[in-house]
């Protein structure tokens, strides 16, 4: 099965802190995948990506940047983090070249903004 | 938007009846995909299928792509099924459109 990690698994920060969420995974996936998870909202997709250097803009990307430095690495990047932010968050990978085949998700970050 | 109904939003059964999840979804999806959340958040993915009809043990997941909708059985259900089912659709470079969720309760 695909192996995706996330760090760190909890989080928390202050009003107007910067915060980094990673993810890795080990399984050559092309296409990487940020979401938040809220209640009443479900899973929503903020930011993806089919390659390194690559970045493709969500459904829910406001207060978000996203970089992709390598195929195993993504980053989520919340530069002036506010308490709306507050959420749990996945990353996911998939492989093939036009990202439709099944995702795999990493364990989650839960983030807390104060 | 592109919209993803699940219901029912709850499910109760006793250990041993068969459990039939829905998904409905508002524009062409080019799959769907099932997850298990378990209580502590992470995600389970359970079956993933574009069309037609999928098994993995107790669980069938059968998806009508032309009439948006699908749907995930669960056989002899069991006390360790007890959780949350999310149904996915699948869109434009693999993105996923997630519905709200079925929370199973399964009773001894």
């Known amino acids: 099965e695909a192996a995706v990690t996330q760090s760190p698994r909890n989080k928390v920060t202050v009003t107007g802190g910067n915060v980094t969420l990673s993810c890795r995974q080990t399984?050559?996936?092309?296409?990487m995948y940020w979401y938040r998870q809220d209640t009443g909202h479900g899973l929503r997709l903020i930011h993806y990506?089919?390659?390194?250097?690559?970045?493709q803009i969500g459904d829910v990307p406001d207060g978000y940047k996203a970089t992709r430095t390598t195929q195993e690495d993504f980053f989520l990047l919340l530069e002036l983090a506010s308490p709306s932010q507050t959420s749990l968050y996945f990353c996911?990978?998939?492989?093939?070249?036009?990202?439709?085949?099944?995702?795999?998700f990493g364990p989650g970050t839960r983030l807390t903004v104060l | 938007g592109q919209q993803v109904q699940q219901s029912p939003a709850s499910l109760v059964l006793q250990e041993g009846e068969n459990a039939e999840l829905q998904c409905n979804f508002s524009?062409?999806?080019?799959?769907l995909q099932w997850f298990y959340q378990r209580p502590g958040g992470s995600l389970v993915s359970l079956l993933s299928?574009?069309?037609g009809t999928k098994h993995t043990g107790r669980l069938t997941s059968t998806t009508v792509t032309k009439e948006r909708r699908g749907s995930l059985h669960i056989s002899s259900s069991q006390i360790t099924d007890s959780g949350t089912y999310l149904c996915?659709?699948?869109?434009?470079?693999?993105?996923?459109?997630f519905g709200q969720g079925t929370k199973l309760s399964i009773k001894p």
């Open positions: 996911a990978s998939s492989g093939g070249t036009g990202g439709d085949y099944e995702q795999y």
């Open positions: 399984n050559s996936h092309n296409y």
């Open positions: 990506s089919y390659g390194a250097g690559n970045l």
């Open positions: 524009s062409t999806a080019t799959r």
């Open positions: 299928n574009p069309s």
């Open positions: 996915a659709m699948g869109y434009n470079q693999g993105k996923l459109i």
